[in-house]
């Protein structure tokens, strides 16, 4: 089973709001609401983001928000901050019980 | 708040086993899904698989023939033992907790797979 489709990169200004798609197909992103973001620091352990397609783990800024059409996630992040580069990859649950992965987004703040 | 802590041997050699385990402290163990997941430059992020206290574990189809992830909840741990490693085994390593999304992710180890 192929990765879902990230852009490569992403940039944005201090301020600004970026979006990052995330494309899959109807036997994962389009057939569950089990879509993950996460968070990935050079060196550090990834950090879960959004869950379940738009939530919020506690603690998690409002800035960042998610949603899903068919078989097409999206996260946004609004107010970008310097703190805010890194790596972004997206996750689902598929129809076969197994997870698919992102390429990740490299998210680079101007 | 649980955190997970992995450790296991980070240079092999072709054909070897790659054993890693996996920790977990201050949470629960049991009602949790425990997963592998590993990072490699060309093929990015795969999930290798996972186990549940009490049921069997499943695997990523590709890694099927070659993957055994076993736990003892008596001591809170999970391990990953993969077979007949290649070059193309060489990745970051994660242990992750699930279902459905993976939180926490444990430190990654790299295993670098070569003659």
């Known amino acids: 089973q192929s990765a879902l489709t990230q852009p490569a990169s992403v940039s944005g200004s201090p301020g600004q709001s970026i979006t990052i798609s995330c494309f899959g197909t109807r036997a994962d992103i389009g057939a569950y609401n089990y879509v993950s973001w996460y968070q990935h620091h050079p060196g550090k352990a990834p950090q879960r983001i959004l869950y379940d397609v738009y939530k919020r783990p506690s603690g998690v800024s409002n800035r960042f928000s998610g949603s899903k059409s068919g078989g097409t996630a999206s996260l946004t992040i609004s107010g970008l901050q310097a703190e805010d580069e890194a790596e972004y990859f997206c996750a689902s649950y598929t129809d076969g019980g197994t997870y698919i992965f992102g390429g990740g987004t490299k998210l680079t703040v101007l | 708040q649980v955190q997970l802590q992995q450790w296991g041997a980070g240079l092999l050699k072709p054909s070897e086993t790659l054993s890693l385990t996996c920790g977990v402290y201050?949470?629960?163990?049991?009602?949790?899904?425990w997963t592998w997941i590993r990072q490699t430059p060309g093929k990015g992020l795969e999930w290798i698989g996972q186990?549940?206290?009490?049921?069997?574990?499943y695997y990523n189809p590709s890694l099927k023939s070659r993957v055994i992830i076993s736990l003892d909840a008596s001591k809170s741990q999970f391990s990953l033992d993969l077979g007949s490693v290649t070059a193309s085994d060489t990745a970051v390593y994660y242990c992750?907790?699930?279902?459905?999304?993976?939180?926490?992710w444990g430190q990654g180890t790299l295993v670098i797979v070569s003659s």
């Open positions: 186990i549940e206290h009490g049921r069997s574990a």
């Open positions: 992750a907790r699930g279902p459905f999304w993976f939180d926490p």
């Open positions: 201050g949470g629960s163990f049991t009602g949790y899904v």
